[in-house]
């Protein structure tokens, strides 16, 4: 199982982080304690819906990442309508 570590409490593009383990299962822990699961296959990270510690809600979204050297940087949304669970 991958582990993201976020620098903030959600993702969006310029969001970075750190990482550890490997595989298309992934676990994120963000900066304010809250938590999410998720898939990466290629570059792309899907993350499930979460809340952060505020309170805030946090729909299924769907990333363009760049992982490397223990690092990762979010690119961008991938667009409308792609935010599902890959099969």
């Known amino acids: 199982m991958m582990h993201l570590s976020a620098s903030g409490s959600h993702l969006y593009p310029g969001a970075t982080g750190t990482v550890s383990g490997d595989g298309p299962d992934v676990v994120v822990d963000f900066a304010d304690l809250s938590r999410t699961t998720g898939s990466l296959t290629g570059d792309r990270l899907v993350t499930l819906p979460y809340e952060t510690s505020a309170g805030t809600r946090i729909p299924t979204k769907s990333w363009r990442v760049d992982v ?7 690119l961008a949304r991938h667009p409308s309508g792609t935010d599902a669970i890959p099969t």
């Open 68 to 74: 490397k050297d223990g690092r990762f940087r979010i």
